[in-house]
């Protein structure tokens, strides 16, 4: 089994399962992938690495692909199909990472540690450089509900009672109302929001969500959140809205472009916090989320069905 991501500190996991020895290949290539997959029968798989028919096509024996969080945008689940390749992620394991780091965005945003930072590295040590805004008793927009957007959303209103507006057009009102939120239109959700927070799939619905027209609407007091899919947000437009004062602050874990380049217009901005989409990058996380991932495996190498199955028509072809 090949590992494409760095699971070293974790790999001592794989000594819960019997007969599965994992190759830990963290940085390769995907031209490197193509060599050497055909000796794999099951891949963990990172976010960069694009798998799709020629990839598939060289590894006769590969039985499933499993990734190592929740998207799965760089896996053609048709060709995986086709191949007879099955397709599982590792849901729910990275919920309390990213929550928390969607939370810390948040903090940073609102309390200008970024800019803070800068000027003591400078040798400018003025307290008023840092005056930020307090979340306590604010309005949290929440887009999209699920394990992490509703974790977020809890911690929000526990930790500094927060207001909730929920935008999810796939999840019932009953559940949001279950954690003292309203569910609203997006219209809404924009207008009335102090601070919005993204953990949405990337879809077609989702890919561009946040340009010109949705920061227009926004507050410009409003801090943007993102720690799912740097697709769902225009970011030429969101740093000509910060530059323009149409929002106090953005944090962002993750970027159109991975690895970011250097032009990005975002980093000119100094009411910008950004991390290398490592929201779920903790000790905890990844030791949930390899063993979760190793068990898929195990359940697909069995000849059964992976809990996390993605393409349910591959069955037909096994």
């Known amino acids: 089994m090949l590992s494409t ?12 399962f019997e007969n599965i020895k994992l190759d830990v290949k963290p940085g390769i290539k995907r031209e490197e992938i193509l060599k050497i997959v055909e ?9 960069i690495i694009e798998y799709d028919l020629e990839v598939f096509e060289k590894a006769p024996g590969l039985r499933i692909i499993t990734r190592f969080g929740i998207g799965v945008d760089n896996v053609d689940l048709e060709d995986a199909t086709e191949s007879g390749v099955m397709v599982t992620n590792v849901p729910g ?5 990213v929550a928390e780091h969607a939370i810390g965005l948040m903090i940073s945003s609102s309390k200008n540690f970024y800019r803070a930072d800068g000027e003591i590295r400078r040798g400018n040590w003025r307290r008023s450089t840092g005056r930020g805004r307090e979340l306590a008793g604010k309005t949290l927009g929440q887009v999209g509900f699920g394990n992490i957007g509703s974790l977020v959303a809890r ?4 930790a500094f009672g927060m207001d909730l507006l929920v935008y999810d057009p796939y999840v019932p009102k009953h559940k949001i109302e279950s954690e003292f939120g309203k569910k609203c239109e997006f219209e809404e959700l924009l207008r009335k929001s102090d601070v919005i927070s993204i953990n949405a ?4 619905e989702t890919r561009n969500m946040f340009g010109r027209r949705q920061f227009e609407k926004m507050k410009d007091s ?8 740097g697709e769902i947000i225009k970011e030429g437009e969101l740093a000509k809205a910060l530059k323009q004062g149409e929002l106090y602050a953005a944090g962002l874990d993750v970027l159109r472009e991975e690895p970011a380049k250097e032009n990005n217009p975002l980093f000119d901005l100094e009411h910008v916090t950004i991390t290398p989409h490592s929201a ?9 989320i390899l063993r979760k991932a190793l068990n898929e495996q195990k359940l697909a190498f069995q ?16």
Do not use: Q
């Not at 000796?39 to 976010?47: L, Q, T």
């Not at 394991?93 to 990472?97: G, Q, R, T």
């Not at 779920?280 to 949930?288: D, G, P, S």
């Open 39 to 47: 000796n794999y029968e099951g891949i963990i798989a990172g976010d």
């Open 280 to 288: 779920n990058v903790t000790f905890e996380a990844w030791e949930r």
């Open 303 to 318: 000849g059964k069905r992976p809990e996390f199955l993605l393409n349910e028509k591959v069955m037909e072809k096994l």
């Open 155 to 158: 911690k929000c209103r526990l």
């Open 93 to 97: 394991e990275n919920a309390e990472s």
């Open 201 to 204: 799939p990337l879809t077609e």
């Open 5 to 16: 991501v760095d699971v070293t500190k974790e790999v001592h996991v794989a000594e819960e």
């Open 222 to 229: 409003a801090i943007l959140v993102n720690t799912a899919r």
